[in-house]
């Protein structure tokens, strides 16, 4: 469903992201990894078409809009509740049936309860949580990942890694990671950026 | 160019009214109207960039831009001169087409401001673009407002029936204009050129390092 | 169908966000009205209306970029416009709804200033105000998407201003025209054209300068 050839990006002189081939198949689940400043990100942004590669081809075999985003950000509007956001996503995203998915996504990721409250006053790992019922409401065939654990707690990370593998049946995965060994029950390819 | 310079002191014939000030017109139009061309081609490759995501129409439109910001600061300056001459003061307000030229400049200025402010990359590329598009759709917008705005300014202190040209009038007219817009045109090449040299020679000393 | 109710949900949510944070609205109210009584002591005695009406608008598109320089501050935090950007919906819908939901906040503080500027100063006419809201949304348009293209730059507070004004200087001739002008309606034809002009401009250039 994606396949890429030679990315590679630079901000001014710097370049961010060198010569990146990847192979994205249905099903699959890749581990992209590397130290600090490798380009994971960046990577990741190409593939959801938020930043243009400076040289390289990227062929997507899948519409934009079916694929998901979990970035460093949670992506949601601070003074509005989850309720406000997802419901304003998922017009835009023209998600069927709203109110029930919006719903459903809430009660899953244990969000119901403080549904009415405003994203300023959520935790980090409440927030990222959101961030995933957000990528998750239109149900897309490729999710894409940057760092999902990374502001969330030891119960908040099991949540994920169990929600993880369910979502890994039926679509492709992209997680940029720093502990792939979380994921290795998935069978995971592995990307090693430098 | 030489030729320019000789037509329009020597041979043309003096205006009777202005005298030798009047000279200066045959620098100050053809120069005016290569800017209003420059400030067009950039607005031009600025439609190409959008249009095909070339990045070397960035390029081009900014040195089209860059060249025309440096042809309109020289349309104020004669401008200015003229005005000195003719009426005794540096700047006036009456003339339409130095005070268009005065918010023209402004606002290149400012298209120069945002090109330093963001990233070199795709972004910067079309943001300035799109701004330079503007630029082209302010020229006779701006132009109208200055017209209109006459009405309230200053109502009607100057009516120019401007005298016709004679023959040699119109062919120093017509040699200088030719002369200017290749002193554009070679200005252009050449600095794209030392540009084009300049990013060659960045990604060669990155390819080698 | 879809183009419209997007608008509408985009505005409504930047609305919404205003009503809660309280960022911009009431800043730009006490600007508006500082700069009015500013201008009382920045008039000459016997300078009479005419300088007022000019004056006025001097005070109506420095209000008009305060709100601009926040008007992306909510999608600026937490990487909102990427969400926005990522969506599938048309992305001139989100210019559009940023261009209402500023156009109702400088109506808003416009609500409160014109009457202030009646009492203190001149009084206004029909084709006066309608050049007012001409004005108001020529502005809002390339307002809000030179705001976005600031908004990627280093010193965007410093930018957006020297960005807007000279392209503010022909609303700034009709406006002025309108108030004070013997033939308003002539002006205010002026405004309606440079309002199609550069609405069109900024909606069709607006997805090129939100993406990397």
Redesign the interface.
């Known amino acids: 469903m994606i396949v890429a050839r030679g990315l590679e990006r630079?901000?001014?002189?710097r370049?961010v992201l060198a010569g990146v081939d990847l192979v994205v198949q249905p099903d699959d689940v890749v581990l992209v990894t590397g130290p600090n400043g490798s380009g994971k990100t960046t990577l990741l942004?190409i593939l959801?078409?938020?930043?243009?590669p400076?040289r390289g081809e990227l062929e997507l075999a899948i519409?934009?809009?079916r694929?998901g985003?979990v970035?460093?950000?949670?992506?949601?509007?601070?003074?509005?509740t989850a309720l406000?956001n997802l419901d304003?996503?998922g017009?835009?995203?023209?998600v069927p049936e709203r109110r029930e998915r919006i719903g459903m996504l809430l009660e899953r990721f244990g969000l119901w309860d403080v549904r009415a409250v405003?994203?300023s006053e959520y935790s980090r790992g409440m927030?990222q949580r959101l961030a995933l019922c957000?990528a998750l409401l239109h149900d897309p065939d490729l999710l894409l990942l940057d760092e999902p654990h990374a502001s969330l707690d030891a119960a908040g990370a099991a949540l994920l890694d169990e929600e993880l593998a369910r979502l890994a049946r039926g679509r492709a995965l992209v997680v940029a990671t720093h502990e792939p060994e979380r994921l290795s029950a998935l069978a995971p390819r592995r990307l090693a950026l430098t | 160019m030489g030729l320019a310079v000789v037509l329009a002191l020597l041979v043309a014939p003096e205006d009777a009214d202005q005298g030798i000030s009047q000279r200066i017109f045959y620098l100050h139009v053809p120069v005016a109207l290569t800017a209003y061309f420059c400030f067009g081609l950039g607005a031009w490759k600025a439609l190409r960039l959008l249009s095909t995501g070339e990045q070397r129409y960035d390029l081009e439109s900014y040195v089209a831009i860059h060249q025309g910001t440096i042809f309109g600061s020289l349309t104020l300056i004669t401008g200015s001169i003229w005005a000195k001459a003719s009426w005794g003061v540096w700047w006036t307000w009456s003339s339409n087409q130095l005070v268009l030229f005065l918010v023209l400049f402004l606002f290149y200025c400012a298209y120069f401001m945002l090109r330093f402010s963001i990233e070199d990359g795709p972004r910067r590329a079309r943001s300035s673009a799109v701004y330079a598009l503007f630029g082209v759709a302010l020229i006779p917008v701006s132009f109208l407002a200055i017209r209109l705005a006459e009405d309230f300014i200053h109502p009607t202190v100057f009516t120019r029936e401007g005298p016709q040209m004679t023959g040699t009038m119109f062919l120093a007219f017509c040699v200088a204009w030719v002369a200017v817009t290749l002193l554009a045109y070679v200005l252009y090449r050449v600095e794209l050129a030392g540009k084009r040299l300049d990013i060659a020679l960045r990604e060669l000393r990155e390819a080698t390092s | 169908m879809t183009y419209v109710s997007d608008v509408v949900a985009l505005t409504r949510k930047d609305l919404r966000v205003e009503l809660r944070a309280r960022d911009t609205l009431p800043a730009m109210l006490l600007f508006v009205l500082s700069t009015l009584v500013v201008f009382h002591f920045a008039l000459p005695a016997g300078t009479g209306a005419t300088a007022a009406y000019g004056l006025l608008w001097v005070a109506i598109v420095f209000t008009a970029l305060l709100g601009l320089s926040r008007a992306w501050v909510p999608e600026a935090e937490h990487g909102v416009l990427d969400g926005l950007v990522l969506a599938p919906c048309d992305r001139s819908a989100i210019w559009l709804g940023k261009t209402l939901a500023t156009l109702a906040f400088l109506l808003a503080a416009q609500v409160v200033a014109l009457p202030a500027f009646v009492l203190f100063f001149a009084p206004l006419d029909a084709t006066a105000l309608a050049g007012v809201l001409l004005a108001d949304v020529g502005i809002c348009a390339i307002g809000s998407l030179l705001a976005a293209m600031a908004a990627a730059g280093r010193a965007r507070e410093l930018l957006l201003p020297l960005l807007v004004l000279p392209l503010a200087i022909p609303l700034v001739v009709g406006g002025v025209g309108s108030a004070v002008s013997d033939d308003g309606g002539r002006f205010l034809l002026f405004l309606l054209l440079y309002d199609g002009v550069f609405a069109v401009l900024s909606w069709a250039s607006f997805e090129y300068v939100i993406t990397e």
Do not use: K, M, N
């Open positions: 630079r901000y001014g002189g370049r942004r959801a078409g938020l930043v243009a400076t519409d934009r809009s694929i985003f970035g460093h950000e949670p992506l949601v509007y601070r003074e509005l406000e304003l996503f017009r835009l995203y023209r405003r994203v927030a957000r």
